[in-house]
Every structure is written in structure tokens, then in C-alpha cells.
């Protein structure tokens, strides 16, 4: 995945619509300045006053206080990358259940840049062939060699087959592994300048690992008991610590944990951004109100994310800094049309 492809991928899994949202270039030279006011003692521009913390009693998403880790979200298969720097967790299954699911496919594909130099499109689609995926480490092509893809697939073994030999030409440097285990089987490749090792050792589970790491993950997935359908409800997850994808955040904010569910006929967005301490927390809050009212001020953030600032609520728990909006149809369009634009990712079929 291309850096600007993660960075829109943070805006898409909500990762940055709602709390890193000074989206586009920052701005050099002189500019006029708007008419200001005084807010909690801070100075912002008039017209984009920060939204007013989350009342009580507001009604909560159980995505709060959510997995943190690939072992969180789909148990001990997960454990093959124990403390990743970033996983995103695609849920594909709700994706191609919901009303919007042909925008849905076209905003997660547009973003998966990297998906096709693993697994072309052709051959798995991300969404339409696969119940859920998890991506775990680091996320920008050419940074990828330690990283672990598990994926449940929704075809039968005998398609499987059919993919792998498929897969094998197109792929540099690919051949059989030999395992010794029974009942699983690898191939390994070289992709994005790194060896790895496709494996299949349980029916519907496809991992792809370094291959050093080949006959522990096929015995691994033989004993662990896989998810059909995790995190029900929950569209895409995403947890990073990530320096790219907090580049424009407070530097408070140490992790980041950001998730997409349906909500009353809109998408929710859900950002958690974690800090060192409640003091910190609290710091980083007035900070994320200032960059939410500089980027209102800005005519191409409002034509593209009007609605979704405008929606914005910003709230702190604690050591955590929180941020809900939520996406219309109409908005999730614009969004996947500016990442189109700006990673040239995008084809007529999602």
C-alpha cells in the first residue's frame, strides 16, 4: 500500500475524518486571516467554531475499548503477528450486507493498493470472495516484510486449488513448499522484495507470512479455532501506532484505534486516540478542536467533509481522546471519488 493510499485509508476506515481531519496540503505564505473568537481559551476561526464534547449520556458505541491486537479480533490464528505496529481489519461479510455495499466495496478496494501484488484481484476479490481479512504490520509497500495476511475465503478447496495454480505464474520467484504437515500446503513467492509463504492448513483460511515462519503458521492454524464472522456489525477496524498515520495528530496521541459501523442510516465513524496520560488526553483534545476549526475554514475540507466535520464530536475518557461523525451515502461517494483522484488506484470495477 502506497503511503498516500494509507493515508486515505485512515480517512475511509475512520481513521482520520473525524480526528485527523487537517486533510489536504498545509498551507505556505501569507493568508488573510477569518474573524476569530475566544473558545476555552483558545483562538479559532469564527466560522469553524470546535464541536462541543459528546453530552452525557450519549449513546456509546460497543466498538469502545475495542481489540487492539490481530489476536483480539480473530483469536489465537491472530498470535502469528503478535505485536504489530498496524492491523486493519476488513469485515467483508457486513460489507456486502449492507444497503451501501457497492460504494463500500469501491471505497475499501480503491485503497487496497497493495492487494494485487499479494493476491490479485482477478483471482480473490477482497470483499466479494472473503468473509473478513486482518492485514497485520507495516502497511507501506516496501516496508512489508514481516508482515502477516490472514483471511477467511467464502469458496470451496477445489477453487482454492484452482487459485494457487493460478497464482503461481504470476507471482516472482514461486514454487511449492514442502511442510510435513499433513493436511497443509504452501507455496512461497517473492513479493514487495520479501520471501513469503502462502498457506493453507484449515478449509477457508489462507495465510500469507514470511516464509521462515511457513510450518509454525500451518500448526498454528490447525489448532486454532477460526472465526466464521468476527466482530459482527463492525465494518473496517483500524489499529496503528503507526508515524505516518498520526503524522497529522497531536503528538500526544501514541495509538490510534478508529472503526466503521451502520447507524441509523448513516456509516458511524469511531476514532480512539490513546495518550501517556489524562493530562496529555486533555492537551491533545484542545489541540484536535483547533485542527478541526482551521480545517472548517478551508473551502475544499467543506465541499469534500462539510457535513462529516459539521457532525463531529469530540469527547476524553480518561487517558483517551474520542471522536464520532458519521458518513451519508452522498458524502462516502465524494470521499472514495478524492482518494481515486489522489492515488490513481481506482478502476471501473470495484
Known amino acids: 500500500m502506497s503511503p498516500s493510499a494509507f493515508t486515505s485509508l485512515g480517512v475511509l476506515a475512520a481513521s482520520a475524518a473525524a480526528i485527523a481531519c487537517a486533510c489536504g496540503p498545509r498551507e505556505t505564505g501569507p493568508a488573510r486571516a477569518p474573524l476569530e473568537v475566544r473558545v476555552d481559551g483558545?483562538?479559532?476561526?469564527?466560522?469553524?467554531?470546535?464541536?462541543?464534547?459528546?453530552?452525557?449520556?450519549?449513546?456509546?458505541?460497543?466498538?469502545?475499548?475495542?481489540?487492539?491486537?490481530?489476536?483480539?479480533?480473530?483469536?489465537?490464528?491472530?498470535?502469528?503477528?503478535?505485536?504489530?505496529?498496524?492491523?486493519?481489519?476488513?469485515?467483508?461479510?457486513?460489507?456486502?450486507?449492507?444497503?451501501?455495499?457497492?460504494?463500500?466495496?469501491?471505497?475499501?478496494?480503491?485503497?487496497?493498493?497493495?492487494?494485487?501484488?499479494?493476491?490479485?484481484?482477478?483471482?480473490?476479490?477482497?470483499?466479494?470472495?472473503?468473509?473478513?481479512?486482518?492485514?497485520?504490520?507495516?502497511?507501506?509497500?516496501?516496508?512489508?516484510?514481516?508482515?502477516?495476511?490472514?483471511?477467511?475465503?467464502?469458496?470451496?478447496?477445489?477453487?482454492?486449488?484452482?487459485?494457487?495454480?493460478?497464482?503461481?505464474?504470476?507471482?516472482?520467484?514461486?514454487?511449492?513448499?514442502?511442510?510435513?504437515?499433513?493436511?497443509?500446503?504452501?507455496?512461497?513467492?517473492?513479493?514487495?522484495?520479501?520471501?513469503?509463504?502462502?498457506?493453507?492448513?484449515?478449509?477457508?483460511?489462507?495465510?500469507?507470512?514470511?516464509?521462515?515462519?511457513?510450518?509454525?503458521?500451518?500448526?498454528?492454524?490447525?489448532?486454532?479455532?477460526?472465526?466464521?464472522?468476527?466482530?459482527?456489525?463492525?465494518?473496517?477496524?483500524?489499529?496503528?501506532?503507526?508515524?505516518?498515520a498520526r503524522r497529522r495528530l497531536p503528538e500526544a496521541i501514541r495509538e490510534v484505534r478508529a472503526w466503521l459501523e451502520p447507524h441509523d442510516g448513516r456509516i458511524a465513524l469511531h476514532v480512539e486516540g490513546e495518550c501517556p496520560t489524562d493530562d496529555a488526553a486533555r492537551g491533545a483534545l484542545e489541540e484536535l478542536k483547533l485542527t478541526i476549526g482551521v480545517a472548517r475554514s478551508r473551502t475544499l475540507v467543506r465541499v469534500a467533509l462539510g457535513g462529516i466535520l459539521s457532525r463531529a464530536k469530540l469527547s476524553r475518557d480518561g487517558r483517551v481522546v474520542r471522536a464520532t461523525t458519521e458518513i451519508d451515502q452522498g458524502e462516502l461517494k465524494r470521499l472514495v471519488a478524492l482518494t481515486c483522484s489522489r492515488t490513481a488506484s481506482c478502476t471501473d470495477e470495484p
Open 42 to 244: 483558545a483562538t479559532v476561526p469564527r466560522q469553524a467554531r470546535p464541536p462541543a464534547p459528546a453530552p452525557a449520556g450519549q449513546e456509546r458505541s460497543p466498538g469502545e475499548n475495542g481489540p487492539r491486537t490481530p489476536a483480539d479480533l480473530i483469536g489465537e490464528v491472530g498470535r502469528l503477528a503478535p505485536d504489530p505496529e498496524t492491523t486493519l481489519f476488513v469485515n467483508s461479510r457486513e460489507i456486502r450486507a449492507h444497503a451501501w455495499a457497492e460504494d463500500l466495496e469501491r471505497a475499501i478496494a480503491s485503497v487496497l493498493v497493495g492487494w494485487d501484488q499479494f493476491m490479485p484481484r482477478d483471482l480473490v476479490h477482497p470483499i466479494r470472495d472473503v468473509d473478513w481479512v486482518v492485514m497485520a504490520g507495516d502497511l507501506t509497500l516496501g516496508h512489508t516484510d514481516d508482515n502477516v495476511f490472514v483471511a477467511r475465503y467464502t469458496f470451496d478447496e477445489a477453487r482454492a486449488d484452482a487459485v494457487t495454480r493460478d497464482l503461481l505464474p504470476r507471482l516472482e520467484q514461486s514454487g511449492d513448499v514442502a511442510l510435513g504437515i499433513a493436511g497443509a500446503s504452501a507455496i512461497h513467492a517473492r513479493v514487495d522484495g520479501a520471501d513469503r509463504a502462502y498457506v493453507r492448513a484449515a478449509p477457508h483460511v489462507l495465510a500469507i507470512v514470511p516464509q521462515r515462519q511457513a510450518s509454525a503458521a500451518a500448526t498454528r492454524i490447525q489448532s486454532a479455532s477460526v472465526p466464521d464472522a468476527p466482530r459482527p456489525g463492525e465494518l473496517a477496524r483500524l489499529v496503528t501506532r503507526s508515524r505516518a
